[in-house]
């Protein structure tokens, strides 16, 4: 049974930074595209950032310069570096990744439970 398993969120202050990890564990053969999501109250959940296994990233235009995902693919493991955080960044953070299981499976994808990040004075 594959899970992901979010950490990291906080309630931070206008400007202050934050770093998030999403790590994967269970049976894995391979992991592909990891993203991270995100979903405020009455929002639709949407895209923040995704990352190729081989380091290719791209952002939503309101993160970009001010977030960074990267991964460790030793420790299956994505994160989510967030600096100069606004309050329109609060938002529950959700991690997605595609999996394979065994080498004779297709991929899945998969979601972690969340993470709050609240961002306030």
């Known amino acids: 049974q594959v899970q992901l398993v979010e950490s990291g969120g906080a309630l931070v202050q206008p400007g202050g930074s934050l770093r998030l990890s999403c790590a994967a564990s269970?049976?894995?053969?391979?992991?592909?595209?990891m993203n991270w999501y995100r979903q405020a109250p009455g929002n639709q959940r949407e895209l923040v950032a995704g990352?190729?296994?081989?380091?290719?990233?791209d952002y939503l235009d309101s993160v970009k310069g001010r977030f960074t995902i990267s991964r460790d693919n030793a420790k299956s493991t994505v994160y989510l570096q967030m600096n100069s955080l606004k309050p329109e960044d609060t938002a529950v953070y959700y991690c997605?990744?595609?999996?394979?299981?065994?080498?004779?499976?297709?991929?899945?994808?998969?979601w972690g439970q969340g993470t709050q990040v609240t961002v306030s004075s």
């Open positions: 997605n990744a595609r999996i394979v299981e065994r080498s004779t499976s297709p991929p899945a994808r998969y």
């Open positions: 269970g049976s894995i053969f391979s992991i592909g595209v």
């Open positions: 990352i190729t296994s081989g380091g290719s990233t």
